[in-house]
Nanobody, 125 residues
Framework: HLAESGGGSVPTGGSLRLSCVIS?????MGWFRQAPGKEREGVAS???????NYANSVKGRFTLSKDNTENTLYLQMTNLKPDDTAVYYC????????????????????????RGQGTQVTVSR
């Protein structure tokens, strides 16, 4: 079960923090977004050992983190732009294992098995 919160409306340059409560943070987790008429876009993901990946469009502006004691995933978004307007979804899946037996998370967070109901982020010009 995934439950997002924290969306809202802000002006260009504003900030928001999205939260996602999950029953267990020992998963591949991340956020993707979908704007009207557009494809899903992976935004950020975090895998085993806390390694994070970001879409080029948000690097330097968004920060992904998780609190294992609170079972919560956060997406801190700063310097928001109108192009960031979308419904943001928290997503999760189990770890994959590579040929060396190491756990890893696939990059395609928009295709993860589980997702929340989404939270709207609107950035005005």
């Amino acid at each position: 079960h995934l439950a997002e919160s924290g969306g809202g409306s802000v002006p260009t340059g504003g900030s928001l923090r999205l939260s996602c409560v999950i029953s267990d943070t020992n998963w591949c987790m991340g956020w993707f977004r979908q704007a009207p008429g557009k494809e899903r876009e992976g935004v950020a993901s975090i895998g085993p050992h806390g390694r994070t990946n970001y879409a080029n469009s948000v690097k330097g502006r968004f920060t992904l983190s998780k609190d294992n004691t609170e079972n919560t995933l956060y997406l801190q978004m700063t310097n928001l732009k109108p192009d960031d307007t979308a419904v943001y979804y928290c997503a999760a899946r189990g770890f994959s294992v590579d040929d060396y037996g190491e756990a890893y998370c696939p990059d395609n967070v928009a295709e993860y098995d589980f997702r929340g109901q989404g939270t709207q982020v609107t950035v005005s010009r």
